[in-house]
């Protein structure tokens, strides 16, 4: 029940693509959904993140949409570059403690 | 530098033999995290301190991990009696008391080999 699935495992777009991650949840106790972002031999960095309360949020190139009664939710990557080439991992926060991750997505931007 | 630093980077051992991960965290943060990555998955909890306090382990963590934050502020990690099992990088980070905006601050990791 503390799991976070996520899909697709990777994906490849061409510069200027929407690349779109999507995960899913099953425990309704979470009450916050980050995204983060790593790059080789980094560790992982917050992007932005969410609460189940709001529906979509913008920063920047990066959205998140969020189905609460689905129990879903999105990155989506405007104008996509080859600089956002990275691991894409989404989070669900417990009880405002422990942070479960998903198996994260592997983006590749071709220039 | 005042974000997260982890020691050593790179960790090569044989079977059998105890290692010792070390974690600096930002200097304000209470909250530390300890994470276990494997190639292509995401960070797997271990466990987490407020101050020196250990608040939770996972069940997935065998006795042969302890971790440890004596005064608060640096933790440490052992594996007693390493297994090829135990490879992967260990993810050290940090927080607030209540992270803000679903925030933690990670080192690069310290990255173990059993051989």
């Known amino acids: 029940q503390q799991q976070v699935k996520q899909s697709p495992q990777s994906l490849i777009v061409q510069k200027g693509g929407i690349p779109i991650i999507n995960c899913a949840y099953e425990?309704?106790?979470?009450?916050?959904f980050p995204w983060y972002q790593q790059f080789p031999g980094k560790g992982p960095a917050l992007l932005i993140a969410?609460?189940?309360?709001?529906s979509e949020k913008k920063e920047g190139r990066f959205t998140i949409s969020f189905n609460k009664s689905a129990k879903q939710f999105s990155l989506h990557i405007m104008d996509s570059q080859p600089g956002d080439s990275a691991t894409y991992f989404c989070a669900a926060i417990f009880y405002g403690q422990n942070f479960v991750f998903g198996p994260g997505t592997r983006l590749s931007v071709l220039p | 530098d005042t974000g997260v630093s982890q020691d050593p980077r790179h960790k090569i051992t044989k079977r059998g033999q105890n290692v010792t991960f070390r974690c600096d965290p930002i200097s304000e943060h209470n909250r530390l995290y300890w994470y276990r990555q494997t190639l292509g998955q995401g960070p797997e909890f271990l466990t987490y301190f407020q101050n020196e306090a250990q608040l939770e382990k996972s069940r997935l963590l065998s006795d042969r991990f302890s971790a440890e934050r004596p005064k608060g502020s640096f933790s440490t990690l052992e594996i007693q009696r390493t297994e090829q099992g135990d490879s992967a990088m260990y993810l050290c980070?940090?927080?607030?008391?209540?992270?803000?905006?679903?925030?933690?601050?990670f080192g690069e990791g310290s990255r173990l080999t059993v051989l």
């Open positions: 425990n309704t106790a979470f009450d916050y």
């Open positions: 980070a940090s927080s607030l008391r209540t992270p803000v905006v679903g925030e933690l601050f």
């Open positions: 969410i609460r189940p309360d709001v």
